[in-house]
């Protein structure tokens, strides 16, 4: 494919915010191949605002899913509207290639699965041991079909909104946390469901190790569900720990994140973030795909434990979540001393 036939690129992207931005080396290399292409993302209003602020993206459409196939033929009539060169479905979907089909854009890019292969002019086969890799060199693949995967990976992207990091310095200093205080970030939720979830009371715990240690304070920050399991830990830990559950956008969190000095978390989109933001980052994994989902960054370790039945990828354990509570405080700790002896714990 010519870089000079090339003048408008569509990415339709992923659902959720781990995915997100695990797709963003994949559209680095996309920019530097096309440098003067005008590169516009569609992405669900829950992801958009961390592509706003991605130097690789020119423009971002939301998309609305509320209206059913009325949004979605308006989203296509949009496109076709646009004359896009380049479409690239980053979801495995049915419904991101028939968008970009129905858009009428005339190069289609993605894989060959879930009975998609006709809507695409540029069919990536699914080799089956990219389905047992990490999902970013999972999507990284695609770019066979745009002149060849390159052997080095960029990094993952995740930039910091200049009013955000207002925002965020205003609630820091509302909080009554001094400047340079350690941020010690806990993450008790996980947005898939419970099975990914470590029990409250041992996140609390390896909370008050950390505040001993680096004599800082523990913010928690996530949505409205999951205020409550981060009240458990602050009533636990006591008044060196700030919920800020349901107070900090999507957004902002890249602002909260890139000022902790470790994060500790289940599997979730906060996990990924820090690993874009090269934050120490402590990963605990049950029923999801270490494996596939392990936050890529080397300035990160995962905990967990063997179990016959995991990775399950299930929402809700049916038997004693056994590869949640086989991971002890100890695990955790240990993990923590031998990866950052610097922190002292």
Excluded at 140 to 153: I, T
Excluded at 321 to 336: K, P, T
Aim: glycine letters at 6%; aromatic letters at 6%.
């Amino acid at each position: 494919m010519s870089v000079q036939t090339v003048n408008k690129i569509v990415l339709k992207c992923v659902n959720w915010v781990g995915d997100t931005i695990l797709t963003t080396p994949t559209i680095r290399v996309i920019r530097r191949r096309f440098p003067a292409a005008r590169i516009t993302a569609i992405a669900r209003p829950g992801v958009a605002a961390l592509l706003r602020t991605n130097p690789d993206i020119d423009e971002v459409w939301q998309e609305d899913r509320r209206g059913g196939w009325g949004s979605a033929l308006q989203l296509a009539r949009r496109l076709r509207a646009e004359r896009f060169d380049l479409g690239v479905a980053f979801p495995n979907s049915f419904a991101a290639a028939l968008l970009l089909r129905l858009g009428r854009v005339q190069r289609r890019v993605g894989y060959a699965r879930d009975g998609r292969a006709l809507l695409l002019t540029d069919r990536v086969r699914v080799r089956p041991a990219l389905l047992r890799d990490h999902e970013v060199r999972y999507h990284f693949h695609l770019l066979s079909a745009l002149g060849g995967v390159p052997e080095s990976l960029p990094p993952l992207v995740l930039e910091e909104d200049a009013q955000a990091r207002e925002r965020m310095d205003r609630l820091i200093e509302a909080e009554g946390i001094a400047p340079n205080t350690p941020l010690i970030g806990v993450n008790p939720g996980a947005f898939y469901g419970s099975a990914k979830r470590w029990p409250p009371q041992r996140f609390a715990e390896i909370a008050r190790r950390l505040i001993e240690a680096t004599g800082g304070v523990v913010v928690l920050a996530g949505s409205q569900a999951e205020h409550s399991a981060a009240q458990e830990i602050c009533d636990v830990v006591g008044d060196k720990a700030h919920n800020l559950s349901s107070r900090v956008p999507l957004i902002d969190l890249v602002s909260l994140i890139r000022r902790m000095t470790i994060l500790v978390t289940n599997d979730s989109g906060p996990m990924h973030m820090a690993a874009a933001l090269n934050v120490r980052t402590v990963a605990i994994f049950g029923a999801t795909d270490w494996v596939k989902t392990a936050p890529w960054s080397e300035n990160a370790v995962v905990v967990r434990r063997e179990t016959a039945c995991a990775p399950c990828l299930l929402r809700q354990c049916p038997i004693d979540h056994r590869c949640m509570e086989r991971v002890s405080v100890a695990d955790v700790l240990e993990a923590i001393q031998r990866r950052w002896p610097e922190l002292g714990v």
